[in-house]
Structures are given as structure tokens and as C-alpha cells.
């Protein structure tokens, strides 16, 4: 497991009563994420459109809420399961410059 910057995700009004996104960092978690196999087959569809997989500890963590920073890669986390010892997250590589 290596430690990563998190990032949660926050609507914000600007002043021209416009909803604007940003991500607030919220700290660090401490993972082991992995690109997922390509050769495995599943049903399920956002399986199929992540990139990688990951293992935390951390139980708090909702899809689409919070990403995971990793120097200049940016992880979306696009499912959790937090149920078990080990919450299991499905990521996707994201563009930091959009």
C-alpha cells in the first residue's frame, strides 16, 4: 500500500449564481491500486469502463465524491464497496486538464 493525496469533490455558487465544481483536498488515504485485467469479462458496466482497481482501509469514501491524486495521474473512483475488511474501489483514469 503507498499513500495518495484525496480529494473530495464540492459545489460552490460563483458570484454570478452559477454552481461551479471543486475539489477540496481532504488529505491522505493509504491504498494499493493496480490496472485492473483486461481478459477477465464481467457484466457489470462500470467494471468494464474502469482502468483500475484499489484496496483501502478507509470505509468513508462514496463514488463520485472523492478521486485519488498520485502525483500528476488523477483517479476518479467510480464504484466503492466498503463492505468487508478492505474497502474495494473501481477507478478510472481521468484528464487533470479539462
Same mark, same amino acid.
Given at each position: 500500500?503507498? /499513500?495518495?493525496? @484525496?480529494?473530495? #469533490?464540492? &459545489?460552490?455558487?460563483? !458570484?454570478? $449564481?452559477? +454552481? #461551479? ?5 481532504? $488529505? ?20 468494464? +469502463?474502469?482502468?483500475?482497481?484499489? @484496496? ?16 500528476? /495521474? ?9 463492505? $468487508?475488511? @478492505?474497502? &474495494?474501489?473501481? @477507478?478510472?483514469?481521468? !484528464? $487533470? &486538464?479539462?
Amino acid at each position: 500500500m503507498r /499513500i495518495y493525496a @484525496l480529494q473530495k #469533490k464540492e &459545489n460552490v455558487r460563483t !458570484d454570478s $449564481g452559477a +454552481e #461551479k465544481v471543486t475539489w477540496i483536498d481532504t $488529505g491522505t488515504i493509504t491504498a494499493a491500486i493496480r490496472k485492473k485485467d483486461e481478459l477477465r469479462m464481467v457484466a457489470n458496466e462500470r467494471y468494464r +469502463e474502469s482502468t483500475h482497481t484499489g @484496496l483501502t482501509h478507509r470505509k468513508d469514501i462514496r463514488a463520485f465524491q472523492f478521486r485519488i491524486l498520485d502525483g500528476g /495521474i488523477i483517479y476518479e473512483i467510480i464504484d466503492c464497496n466498503p463492505e $468487508g475488511r @478492505l474497502s &474495494n474501489l473501481l @477507478l478510472k483514469v481521468v !484528464d $487533470g &486538464n479539462v
